[in-house]
């Protein structure tokens, strides 16, 4: 069965929303996913109506850039992959303070579209299993030290026991995860922003980074953004 991939994509650049959604539709399996994709030239309220599963904003439009876009879908639907798109690489850096599943250059972009979809392929397929039942990887937004348990809290809100401890979980075999102390274990795409001491999530909260681990947190959360797209 095949899964369905809903896209939004949007450019104030006509040509080059048309040139992206041609790359796009090469690089998508299509025996694999039932491809809808939506083309907006810049922000229009009716884009809100569509629950995506990736949203592929350029950074340099006139009217609302993208980062303003960003911040405003992703209020409404946390869970949407936000991927930027620019011909300015150097605001790859500026996308830090922002949920960002990988960045896209134009000038690299079907090999950028590749591997974003072959991200997409990879982190649905990741699960993590309590007893009998198995949890999406990428649903989980952090684990939690917990006395002699392990907690993980999940995009909807719930919290499940696990009968582990955090000291157990390699962070190295979850990818997209950083340990910032010896009580967290974070996913990167769920922090809004990060500090010199703490993870801002997309729900507000707050999780200090231990000094120990303060300068490996951070390279590790810039190689998730570049490297995912750009490696």
């Not at 974070?186 to 909260?205: A, C, P, Q, S």
């Amino acid at each position: 069965m095949k899964n369905e991939l809903i896209v939004i994509m949007i450019d104030d650049n006509e040509e080059e929303l048309k040139q992206t959604f041609l790359h796009l539709k090469t690089v998508v399996p299509m025996d694999q996913y039932d491809l809808n994709v939506y083309q907006f030239t810049g922000f229009h309220d009716e884009l809100l109506r569509i629950h995506a599963d990736v949203c592929i904003i350029d950074l340099n439009m006139k009217e609302m850039n993208g980062f303003q876009v960003a911040r405003i879908i992703s209020s409404v639907y946390p869970d949407t992959k936000i991927v930027f798109c620019t011909k300015h690489n150097n605001l790859v850096f500026e996308a830090f303070k922002y949920d960002v599943f990988c960045f896209i250059r134009k000038d690299h972009l079907l090999e950028d579209l590749k591997k974003m979809i072959k991200k997409i392929g990879n982190e649905s397929q990741k699960m993590y299993p309590i007893d009998q039942m198995q949890y999406p990887l990428r649903s989980i937004v952090y684990f939690e030290a917990s006395h002699n348990y392990l907690l993980l809290h999940m995009h909807d809100g719930t919290i499940l026991k696990d009968k582990k401890r955090l000291k157990e979980i390699d962070e190295n075999t979850l990818d997209g995860f950083g340990k910032i102390s010896s009580s967290f274990i974070v996913n990167f795409r769920y922090i809004k922003k990060m500090e010199k001491e703490k993870v801002t999530l997309l729900d507000g909260t707050n999780l200090y980074i231990s000094r120990a681990n303060k300068h490996r947190i951070k390279e590790k959360y810039s190689l998730y953004i570049l490297g995912d797209c750009y490696g």
